[in-house]
Protein backbone atom coordinates (compact mmCIF):
# COMPACT_ATOMS: atom_id res chain seq x y z
CA UNK A 1 0.00 0.00 0.00
CA UNK A 2 1.04 3.49 -0.69
CA UNK A 3 0.81 6.09 1.88
CA UNK A 4 1.06 9.50 1.03
CA UNK A 5 1.72 11.81 3.94
CA UNK A 6 1.48 16.24 3.86
CA UNK A 7 2.87 18.77 5.91
CA UNK A 8 3.98 22.56 5.86
CA UNK A 9 0.13 23.85 5.88
CA UNK A 10 -0.76 26.70 8.34
CA UNK A 11 -2.03 30.24 8.31
CA UNK A 12 -0.34 32.80 6.64
CA UNK A 13 -0.98 36.69 6.02
CA UNK A 14 -1.85 37.61 2.50
CA UNK A 15 1.98 38.50 0.57
CA UNK A 16 3.58 35.73 2.96
CA UNK A 17 5.31 32.36 2.14
CA UNK A 18 4.50 28.60 2.85
CA UNK A 19 5.94 25.24 2.08
CA UNK A 20 3.93 22.37 1.37
CA UNK A 21 5.82 18.59 1.48
CA UNK A 22 4.65 15.31 0.50
CA UNK A 23 6.32 12.17 0.94
CA UNK A 24 5.66 8.78 -0.39
CA UNK A 25 5.69 5.40 2.06
CA UNK A 26 4.84 1.72 2.11
CA UNK A 27 5.60 -0.44 -0.77
CA UNK A 28 7.75 0.39 -3.45
CA UNK A 29 6.15 3.27 -5.85
CA UNK A 30 7.10 4.75 -9.10
CA UNK A 31 5.17 7.02 -9.75
CA UNK A 32 5.14 9.39 -13.58
CA UNK A 33 3.92 12.13 -11.83
CA UNK A 34 2.70 13.57 -8.45
CA UNK A 35 1.02 16.88 -8.16
CA UNK A 36 -0.85 19.36 -5.72
CA UNK A 37 -4.71 19.94 -5.83
CA UNK A 38 -7.11 21.66 -3.50
CA UNK A 39 -10.43 21.96 -2.25
CA UNK A 40 -11.86 25.30 -0.56
CA UNK A 41 -15.17 25.14 1.11
CA UNK A 42 -18.08 24.12 -1.09
CA UNK A 43 -16.09 24.20 -4.15
CA UNK A 44 -14.75 21.40 -6.39
CA UNK A 45 -11.48 19.87 -5.91
CA UNK A 46 -8.99 21.74 -8.96
CA UNK A 47 -5.06 21.49 -9.74
CA UNK A 48 -2.42 23.61 -8.78
CA UNK A 49 0.72 21.98 -10.17
CA UNK A 50 1.97 18.92 -11.09
CA UNK A 51 5.84 17.63 -11.80
CA UNK A 52 6.62 14.41 -14.35
CA UNK A 53 9.21 12.37 -13.08
CA UNK A 54 10.38 11.52 -15.77
CA UNK A 55 12.47 14.55 -17.72
CA UNK A 56 11.06 17.14 -14.95
CA UNK A 57 8.74 18.68 -16.54
CA UNK A 58 6.12 21.06 -14.27
CA UNK A 59 2.78 22.26 -15.05
CA UNK A 60 0.51 24.55 -13.16
CA UNK A 61 -2.86 26.51 -12.98
CA UNK A 62 -2.81 29.76 -14.28
CA UNK A 63 -3.81 31.51 -11.24
CA UNK A 64 -0.67 30.38 -9.49
CA UNK A 65 1.95 30.81 -12.10
CA UNK A 66 5.03 32.87 -11.02
CA UNK A 67 3.97 32.53 -7.68
CA UNK A 68 4.41 28.52 -6.86
CA UNK A 69 6.83 26.33 -7.75
CA UNK A 70 6.45 22.61 -7.58
CA UNK A 71 9.53 20.83 -6.77
CA UNK A 72 10.41 16.69 -6.55
CA UNK A 73 13.30 14.31 -4.84
CA UNK A 74 12.75 11.35 -6.99
CA UNK A 75 15.22 9.13 -4.57
CA UNK A 76 13.04 10.39 -1.69
CA UNK A 77 9.49 9.70 -3.77
CA UNK A 78 9.17 13.54 -2.32
CA UNK A 79 7.20 16.17 -4.06
CA UNK A 80 6.91 20.28 -2.63
CA UNK A 81 4.87 23.13 -3.21
CA UNK A 82 6.41 26.47 -2.33
CA UNK A 83 3.83 29.42 -2.27
CA UNK A 84 4.70 33.21 -2.45
CA UNK A 85 3.14 36.16 -2.42
CA UNK A 86 -0.53 33.98 -0.83
CA UNK A 87 -4.02 35.36 -1.38
CA UNK A 88 -7.05 34.97 0.07
CA UNK A 89 -8.21 33.13 -2.87
CA UNK A 90 -5.45 30.05 -2.13
CA UNK A 91 -7.04 28.98 0.74
CA UNK A 92 -7.97 25.54 0.93
CA UNK A 93 -7.20 22.07 1.74
CA UNK A 94 -4.12 21.29 -0.38
CA UNK A 95 -3.81 17.21 -1.64
CA UNK A 96 -0.56 15.17 -2.60
CA UNK A 97 -1.55 12.92 -5.53
CA UNK A 98 0.36 10.63 -7.46
CA UNK A 99 0.14 7.89 -10.22
CA UNK A 100 2.26 5.44 -11.96
CA UNK A 101 0.20 6.62 -15.38
CA UNK A 102 -2.21 9.50 -14.49
CA UNK A 103 -3.24 10.10 -18.01
CA UNK A 104 -4.01 13.73 -18.06
CA UNK A 105 -1.58 15.32 -15.42
CA UNK A 106 -4.86 18.07 -14.30
CA UNK A 107 -7.30 15.51 -13.58
CA UNK A 108 -7.97 14.66 -9.97
CA UNK A 109 -9.84 11.63 -10.99
CA UNK A 110 -6.58 10.26 -12.93
CA UNK A 111 -4.55 9.93 -9.51
CA UNK A 112 -4.87 6.76 -7.66
CA UNK A 113 -2.96 8.03 -4.45
CA UNK A 114 -4.05 10.96 -1.93
CA UNK A 115 -2.59 12.57 0.73
CA UNK A 116 -5.02 13.33 3.94
CA UNK A 117 -4.97 17.01 2.65
CA UNK A 118 -3.18 19.89 4.67
CA UNK A 119 -5.43 23.10 5.66
CA UNK A 120 -3.78 26.53 4.10
CA UNK A 121 -5.33 29.97 5.28
CA UNK A 122 -4.58 33.24 3.85
CA UNK A 123 -6.18 36.26 5.70
CA UNK A 124 -6.23 39.45 4.03
Known amino acids: QVQLVESGGGLMQAGGSLRLSCAAS????????MGWFRQAPGKEREFVAVIRWTGGSTYYRDSVKGRFTISGDIAKTSVYLQMNSLKPEDTAVYYC?????????????????WGQGTQVTVSS
Open 26 to 33: GRTFRPYA
Open 97 to 113: AGDPNPGILNLSGNYHY
